[in-house]
């Protein structure tokens, strides 16, 4: 097992006054990692827009099956999850060294509850490794720098941006985060996002006034995109079927899941 702290003298000292993301979504997807606060807002956030939860649950479980694509299906066996979140059941190390004993994993995130909880994400196999790095989204190169500590950059990496660019309100910076990111990366490489979604034929019209509630009440703020923005973030990339799909439906199991206003895609780089 390799552990990788990297001080992040910009990220917020942990503040139980105010609404968290990382928090509330523990709170959506039944976690116990939140307070008071985050219940609060949750509560009123799924009383706005009641598909939240499902949404939550939905983007999890995309996870699960990206992953087992990737390392069962592809032979992936790097994976650098960014944005990773509250550690919960399943994680990104757990499904894939669960296929793929020596696969190595690095988990970014620069909230400071998530750094506090990080041990967890630490449990490697002795064949694999796990890593966590504090630092921020806005700064790619120092992310792969830190990552080429455990991943062989010169061997293929999944790119994990699973619900992270919708906390940078830049849509020209979200894609250059992007494209920077993928440019350290070798072909065979893959990017694996979700992302939420205004569009109202996904039912994405709730967002609107949930997230003017959350960016009053709640940080960090956040926003949602129409899908050819979302789909513009795999420019250069060749889409896995089925492409740009809810994530509760990419490569769902026997049914017909319900669509959620959150996109899900893997694709590959050339």
């Known amino acids: 097992m390799s552990e990788s702290h990297t001080p992040s003298n910009g990220s917020p000292r942990l503040n139980t006054g105010v609404a968290h993301n990382a928090r509330v979504w523990n709170y959506w997807v039944g976690g116990k990692d939140n307070y008071e606060v985050d219940q609060r807002v949750g509560e009123h956030v799924a009383g706005m827009f009641p598909v939240i939860r499902d949404v939550a649950r939905a983007d999890r479980e995309f996870l699960g099956r990206a992953v087992r694509h990737l390392t069962a299906e592809r032979g992936v066996r790097q994976f650098l999850d960014i944005g990773t979140g509250l550690p919960t059941v399943d994680n990104t190390h757990e499904i894939a060294q669960h296929i793929a004993p020596d696969a190595r994993i690095v988990y970014v995130d620069n909230d400071p509850i998530v750094l506090a909880h990080a041990r967890t994400l630490l449990t490697s196999t002795p064949e694999g490794a796990t890593a966590y790095i504090d630092a921020d989204v806005h700064a790619p190169?120092?992310?792969?720098?830190?990552?080429?500590?455990?991943?062989?950059?010169?061997?293929?990496?999944?790119?994990?941006?699973?619900?992270?660019?919708?906390?940078?309100?830049?849509?020209?910076?979200?894609?250059?985060?992007?494209?920077?990111?993928?440019?350290?990366?070798?072909?065979?490489?893959?990017?694996?996002?979700?992302?939420?979604?205004?569009?109202?034929?996904?039912?994405?019209?709730?967002?609107?006034?949930?997230?003017?509630?959350?960016?009053?009440?709640?940080?960090?703020?956040?926003?949602?995109?129409?899908?050819?923005?979302?789909?513009?973030?795999?420019?250069?990339?060749?889409?896995?079927?089925?492409?740009?799909?809810?994530?509760?439906?990419?490569?769902?199991?026997?049914?017909?899941?319900a669509a959620v206003p959150q996109f899900g895609a893997v694709a590959v780089k050339p």
Do not use: Y
């Not at 990339?237 to 769902?252: I, T, Y």
């Open 141 to 257: 190169e120092a992310i792969v720098e830190r990552a080429a500590e455990t991943l062989d950059l010169g061997r293929p990496v999944a790119v994990m941006m699973l619900g992270i660019l919708n906390f940078v309100l830049d849509t020209d910076k979200a894609r250059d985060i992007v494209r920077r990111v993928m440019a350290a990366v070798p072909s065979d490489s893959f990017l694996v996002l979700t992302h939420p979604t205004f569009d109202a034929d996904l039912g994405g019209e709730g967002n609107v006034a949930a997230m003017e509630f959350w960016n009053e009440n709640a940080t960090p703020p956040i926003t949602a995109r129409p899908r050819a923005e979302v789909a513009a973030f795999f420019e250069g990339l060749d889409l896995v079927e089925p492409g740009l799909v809810p994530c509760s439906q990419w490569r769902a199991d026997a049914g017909s899941p």
